[in-house]
């Protein structure tokens, strides 16, 4: 029987990695067009998520970023399994990540304007905060406080990591003190709420800025759309807990576009500077 030659020929990429399908307006677009455009669609705006290196290389000024404790990485303390053993899949998104967990913190200059800057990777594990991203974030407020740079951070995020339990949450009230030793010391902090901004990290330090700003239509809430209508028996507005929805209701300060965040955070920063 004849069989196929075997060519050495390279395979074409699969489609999905050429295009990209908007989730705003179910075009499907040119994945390296959409890219070029900050990852938002040329036709209704919508803001594709970005990974931890898009997002510094849109924000950092060029050659400027050094992260902070890029080592930092925990164990499983509560020797937690579900379907799947908690160390494997801490394994799994330090693999596909190649970073040791769910956030990147270290110093940068934005438009000149020095900065402590904190960055959520929602790719590894949803985001979700356990010890070591609290303890990421207290650190990048401490070093803040101390140096007299204002802190800036984009969090995209799932809420707290169930793997590593009450410890997780101990970190909201971790984060939220250094934080607020940050406010004493009258050094500015500026919050920006990524798609999606949920649960405990919600409910600390992502809504704890001096300034609270989100991208257009990200998600921000604390306990899911279900969770509170089958909790209040009612039917919650469409736009419930979508950046603008909670910016007409006071909960943020400004929406701000990608195209806009970089000259907005140095406008910002150039009025909020610590006091010395
Ligand atoms: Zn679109």
Known sequence: MPTMPRTEAPQPSPPEDLWVKCPGCREIAFRKEVER?????????????????????????RGSWRELYPGLAGGDPLEFRDSKAYPERLMQARGASGRGDAAVIGTCRIEGRP?????????????????????KMARLFVHARARRVAAVVFSASGGARMQEGALSLMQMAKVSSAIARLRDARVPYISVCCDPTTGGVA????????????EPGALIGFAGRRVIEQTINQRLPEDFQKAEFLLAHGMLDAIVPRHQMRQTLAHLLSILRPRR
């Open 115 to 135: 900065v402590a800057l904190g960055v959520m990777d929602f790719n590894f594990m949803g985001g979700s905060m356990g010890i070591v991203v609290g303890e």
């Open 37 to 61: 455009n900050l990852n938002v669609c040329l036709k209704c705006g919508y803001h594709h998520r970005l990974t931890v290196e898009q997002r510094l290389a849109i924000t950092a000024d």
């Open 203 to 214: 409910a600390s330090f992502a809504m704890l800025g001096d300034l609270n700003l989100a």
